[in-house]
């Protein structure tokens, strides 16, 4: 996969909106950005993804830098429920595979 | 509804013995996937599975085994070669194989602990 990078943890407060960045400056033309979630003891669960255009979706959205070497997710109202280890993925081209990297802690403080 | 199950939720072993994890889907899906997580780590996929009678090595596969002789069904066995078993297995599977866009789908995961 291209090399992504994600601050280790992060932290904010309920209700506010929360912006989650990763770079991923080696990124291909035609690598899509996705972004996954895990809950504490959970499987992960897929939130978005996007290739150029900026993207909505009732869990998210997903800002693209122009030069698509970074982007944000951007979770609008933060609850509680949306303390996870965040993870930013370029899956490798027809490998098929998603590889997880150490992703973003989000600690969401009532 | 649709979905991905993992039985159990929690298994234990003495060290030596293989161990069979269980994974079915119900969404019809033709790429199946065995993940491993570590404590604070990220998943390292084991083997995946992009159709019926055929599977692939992932990036830790030594100490492992798997069968897909089902669509629905892609069961993983640690065997007593795996050096150091005891993590958090998460099965995973996607509409199609060889696509490296959209949803992996994953199902709750089987803690195994190895005594």
């Known amino acids: 996969d291209a090399k992504t990078t994600q601050p280790n943890s992060m932290e904010s407060n309920e209700e506010e909106p929360v912006h989650l960045p990763c770079n991923h400056s080696t990124i291909s033309g035609t690598d899509y950005i996705h972004w996954y979630r895990q809950l504490p003891s959970q499987g992960p669960e897929y939130v978005i993804h996007g290739l150029t255009s900026n993207v909505n979706n009732r869990m998210a959205s997903l800002a693209i830098a122009e030069d698509r070497k970074s982007s944000t997710l951007i979770l609008h109202r933060a609850t509680l429920r949306d303390a996870a280890v965040y993870y930013c993925i370029l899956p490798i081209q027809g490998a098929q595979k998603l590889v997880f990297g150490q992703g973003t802690r989000l600690t969401i403080n009532p | 509804d649709g979905g991905i199950t993992q039985s159990p939720k929690y298994l234990f072993r003495k060290e030596g013995q293989n161990v069979t994890l269980s994974c079915e889907q119900n969404?019809?899906?033709?790429?199946m996937y065995w993940y491993r997580q570590d404590p604070g780590q990220g998943l390292r996929l084991i083997y995946y599975?992009?159709?019926?009678?055929?599977?692939q090595k992932g990036d830790i596969a030594e100490g492992y085994s798997v069968s897909r002789e089902k669509k629905e069904s892609f069961p993983l066995t640690v065997t007593s070669a795996q050096k150091n078993p005891t993590a958090f297995y998460l099965c995973?599977?996607?509409?199609?194989?060889?696509?490296?866009?959209?949803?992996?789908?994953f199902g709750p995961g089987t803690r195994l602990t190895v005594l």
């Open positions: 599975s992009q159709i019926v009678n055929d599977f």
């Open positions: 969404l019809n899906h033709d790429a």
């Open positions: 995973a599977s996607s509409i199609r194989g060889g696509v490296t866009v959209g949803e992996q789908f």
